[in-house]
């Protein structure tokens, strides 16, 4: 890749006034170029294909795909792109692109959720995700479908997961009896009034509470046995809609992870039986 850019470079200095221009592009669109032909590529910059064609062999390449294919094989892993990128995004964010900022934010919180998964309270909520007789999971009907999807993911671990909405208004599911080894996923949100009334009673009858919400709910350590905190809010939002995904979607493939072949074993019959019912024809 260094050669690559090296040899464009050195075109842009000293190149004819057509090489410049296809070097430059080159240069400043390399993530683009799969995407593009040769064609293409003289179209938007107003010359010949033959003219691109003849710099792409001056390169070494017989055609773009000869140079799609170097690419491909000498991009450097993300991770070795990492640093780099959040340096950019940074820079474009001070100079005035607000979506750079996001996403940068977006990799701050990937980064949270990464530290978590290395705490204590992680691999609790893991290990009793997997030995609960039943398992749990409500939230508010907004994010009623993480909620779902949740479940549908543990279900490749282990049976009994189950999601309350509390549409019928009395989580009659969990309070109607007491329960000793039970676990009641909390999936928190501002808009999920009864959260905390929901974690008191369910505590009350037995069961065992996680509890997925912001750093500051003062009364998580009171009513949950296990906490797993979402990154700060963002100035001037209210909820932290991609964070939850991403620490439910992680949460889930830990869970499946930490079932080994169980989960393996489970997976196949999944296949199986949707293979059976998911597409049966009509009677």
Known sequence: MEDLGQKLRQYIKTGTPAERRIAKYFSE?????????????????????????????SLGYQGLDGIKVHL????????LQLPNVLEQLQKDANEGRPIAGQIAEQVEMLQHIYNLTTQPQWLDAVATILSASEVFVTAHLSLASLGRHLCDRLAFARDHVQFLDGANGSYIELLGHQSNDALVVIIDSPRFVTSRLLARSVRRSGYKVLLITSQYTEWAHEFANMTLSLPPLRPGTHENLSAMMALLEFLAATVVQAAGEEAETRIRRIEELEGMFAHAPLR
């Open 72 to 79: 491909r094989e000498n991009v450097a892993p993300v991770a």
């Open 29 to 57: 669109h390399l993530t683009e170029l799969p995407f593009e032909t040769a064609s293409s590529v003289a179209d938007r910059l107003e010359l010949s294909p033959m003219t691109v064609g003849r710099f792409l062999r």
